[in-house]
């Protein structure tokens, strides 16, 4: 029995893919069943499959009675089915909108462990897959719905079937079969995502095998692409920054023109453009898209290419900006709990190239995976902490290739310590955060921040969070389990304890905090001073009439109409106009008054119901912070019947 017996079981055969899938799905779970529906984008996403369900309109993407021409519709898809299957659209809730996105890590964990197989052998792919497993950033995108989770493990999918077709020497054409289909998926969930992201690494790692001049040269072409937008030209700005941009393409192509060059007689290549592939990928994309251009009078590409894809190209869209690094700095958290070994992985990288170590092709292909697509979230103008997330399948694998070279008795003291630092300073940071004076320094900052209402009221209202719950115990001793084991060498110890530190760490966040804190769930406090009126559409346990319409007064979160209906109206579209009672017997409103414009709305609905002899109930006030945009809203419910009070 050797020292590696136990790594050996856990990573043979297929039991190795259910072990991951499993350890990944199991992390993340609590958060999917636990996590009220969230804004935006989630909300968004999840109310625009909703409808596709209400209406029978499986082509046509909408929210509300505007269109949502932004994304293709693969995820609506596979969220309206796990929704028609799992639950109804009736039961408004959000957990059967997330199974795509909960199955998705789970496959893509199973899909970082098949694509390492060839490169870094199947010991250190278990590893770099176990520790992308229960990633902060990926378990997180498994409990959203949204595109993130599902892209990731399709993307990963197109680059493991690209990987063993080019090890094999036979060059199977299922291989290229599969990875037309993952380009085709891929496509139909985020657009130009997975085809640039597998493209990038193919051209990058075959340029690699000539030299680096031309793979420097593709990564300058990608930075010249979107530089300009870092910088203003003037009056001529626009025309010198399109003209900087048509060089990056230029260098770009110069870039691609060399890997055409060199490999196009290749057997691999050949089997990988094999034609019932490319075939296969026009099949899966071109019906859709036809169907939905006709249905939308071509708005659909215009609104998807000619707005939503070029604001994030030109301009930082909907100012989610950010400067070149941004993504590296959320590596101190969303990569954890790798994190433990990013920087040996980094340096034994760069070492064993540098010394053109056997095998080191493979190492650079990992680095072919990472290091563009890298550069393009860096350097896009457009920036959310989740876009890099299809490049940490190869840091991940990078980091197990760097345990393996560690457990075959590599050293590198430094940058262990160093990588332990970044451990321990994203892990500390969690703990406090999550902890009880993390929450309560937070809360206290927020209600300090209300115009309307004096911050000792606001607390007063809010349930303290005083709970010390065992998950948070169980990291605690993980966090000093890992230091211990990690001053030991005793690597595969070390690693134990860093993904137990990292699940309880999740499942004190996403089961005993946030969804106990109603202070950071806004469209709660909004539905809970309606439902204190009896104001909330179908609401069980009330002898009055539902409201005929509902309104939103300075408010417009998504997850409100998610959560509420459909034909609730928010802001900008809902007015304090109060209808005859004839026309809206029974109306209601959510109204916001920590705007000026909403203490109107309060003031006019009042005189507008006195004047109609119409008796009208108000709420008690609800406090809550609303995070999407950092602003306090002070809501309170307003329901207007028909017949004067007591009548």
């Not at 099949?283 to 169907?291: D, E, G, H, K, Y």
């Not at 902490?385 to 991940?396: E, G, M, Q, T, V």
């Not at 300090?448 to 001793?477: G, N």
């Not at 760490?505 to 946030?514: I, K, N, P």
């Amino acid at each position: 029995m050797n020292r590696y017996s136990v790594l050996d079981e856990l990573s043979k055969g297929f039991r190795a893919y259910i072990l991951l899938f499993l350890l990944a799905v199991v992390t993340a779970a609590p958060g999917v069943f636990t996590m009220p529906a969230l804004d935006r984008d989630e909300s968004r996403f999840a109310q625009a499959s909703k409808q596709m369900l209400e209406t029978d309109d499986y082509i046509m993407i909408r929210y509300q009675d505007g269109l949502r021409n932004k994304k293709p519709a693969g995820i609506h898809w596979l969220q309206a089915g796990s929704t028609a299957i799992f639950s109804s659209v009736e039961a408004r809730q959000i957990w059967s909108y997330r199974l795509p996105s909960l199955i998705g890590v789970g496959f893509a964990t199973a899909f970082v462990f098949w694509a390492g197989i060839p490169l870094i052998g199947r010991r250190a792919a278990f590893l770099g897959a176990a520790l992308f497993s229960t990633g902060l950033l990926l378990t997180s995108e498994a409990h959203i719905s949204k595109t993130d989770g599902v892209l990731v493990a399709i993307t990963t999918l197109a680059v493991a079937a690209y990987v063993h077709l080019r090890a094999r020497d036979d060059h199977p054409k299922w291989l290229a079969i599969l990875f037309w289909f993952a380009i085709g998926f891929g496509f139909l969930i985020k657009g130009p995502v997975t085809p640039m992201v597998v493209l990038l690494a193919i051209v990058f790692a075959g340029l690699a095998g000539r030299g680096w001049k031309y793979p420097a040269l593709l990564c300058a072409g990608l930075v010249v692409i979107f530089i300009d937008t870092y910088f203003y030209f003037g009056p001529a700005n626009e025309m010198i920054g399109w003209g900087i941009k048509a060089i990056g393409v230029a260098m770009l192509g110069l870039a691609g023109w060399r890997f055409v060059m060199d490999y196009w007689r290749e057997d691999w290549l050949r089997t990988l453009v094999w034609w019932p592939g490319p075939v296969l990928f026009v099949f899966m994309v071109l019906p859709w898209f036809i169907s939905i251009q006709m249905a939308t009078d071509g708005e659909f590409a215009e609104g998807a290419v000619g707005k939503d894809l070029k604001d994030k190209v030109v301009g930082a869209s909907e100012g989610h900006g950010g400067p070149p690094g941004y993504h590296l700095v959320f590596l101190l958290t969303h990569f954890f709990p790798a994190t433990l070994f990013l920087i040996p992985a980094i340096v034994i990288a760069v070492r064993e190239i540098r010394a053109k170590v056997s095998g080191n092709e493979n190492i650079v292909f990992l680095l072919a995976w990472l290091i563009p697509t890298w550069v393009v979230f860096e350097f896009l103008p457009t920036k959310l902490s989740h876009y890099s997330l299809p490049a940490y399948p190869a840091l991940a694998l990078l980091t197990g290739y760097a345990v393996w070279r560690l457990l075959e008795g590599a050293r590198y003291p430094v940058s262990r310590f160093a990588s332990l630092g970044l451990f321990l300073l994203g892990a500390v940071g969690l703990l406090v955060f999550l902890s009880p004076i993390g929450i309560g320094s937070q809360m206290n900052q927020v209600a300090e921040d209300f115009r309307t209402v004096e911050a000792d009221t606001v607390l007063a209202s809010w349930q303290q969070f005083e709970l010390i719950s065992w998950p948070l115990v169980i990291a605690l001793f993980a966090i000093l389990a890992v230091i211990i084991a990690s001053l030991m060498r005793a690597y595969l110890v070390t690693i134990c304890f860093a993904l137990v530190c990292s699940m309880t760490l999740g499942l004190h966040a996403r089961v005993d905090v946030l969804p106990s804190q109603k202070w950071v769930q806004p469209t709660w406090a909004a539905r809970d001073a309606l439902r204190e009126i009896c104001a909330l559409p179908d609401q069980e346990g009330c002898e009055t009439s539902s409201p005929t319409l509902v309104q939103a007064v300075e408010y417009a979160e998504p997850s409100f109409v998610f959560t509420t209906g459909t034909d609730v109206k928010i802001s900008p579209q809902s007015n304090s106009n109060l209808l005859p009672a004839e026309d809206a017997p029974v109306m209601a409103w959510v109204i916001n008054l920590e705007h000026e414009a909403g203490q109107a709305a309060l003031s006019d609905i009042r005189q507008q119901a006195a004047t109609q002899e119409r008796c009208i109930t108000e709420s008690e006030p609800r406090y809550a912070l609303n995070y999407s945009n950092g602003d306090p809203v002070h809501f309170v419910g307003v329901r207007v019947d028909s017949t004067p009070c007591g009548s």
